[in-house]
């Protein structure tokens, strides 16, 4: 992640891939699930622990969680590229 301060590490990779997919959630969709749904559903984490982990993430965002189309088509290139070299393998 360039535009922040966040560093993404063997320890916090599944905290931060579940924050954004919950975040990436509530941008998207007209009618999303609450944070208490996540919780009782995936129980993966407290639904205390998911309110930090989702203000703290905004926080570190500057609240933009905006994705740029040049950026969103970087990174769909680059994960195509990956993709496609494992399938040559």
Do not use: G
Request: proline fraction near 2%; aromatic fraction near 16%; charge should be positive.
């Amino acid at each position: 992640m360039t535009t922040s301060k966040i560093e993404i590490r063997f320890c916090n990779w599944k905290p931060l891939l579940f924050t954004s997919i919950l975040l990436a959630s509530k941008f998207w969709e007209d009618i999303s699930f609450w944070n208490v749904d996540y919780s009782d559903a995936l129980n993966w984490f407290p639904l205390k622990s998911i309110n930090r982990m989702e203000s703290e993430f905004l926080s570190l965002c500057n609240y933009d969680i905006s994705v740029s189309k040049h950026l969103y088509e970087q990174y769909y290139d680059s994960v195509r590229h990956v993709i496609n070299n494992i399938k040559k393998r």
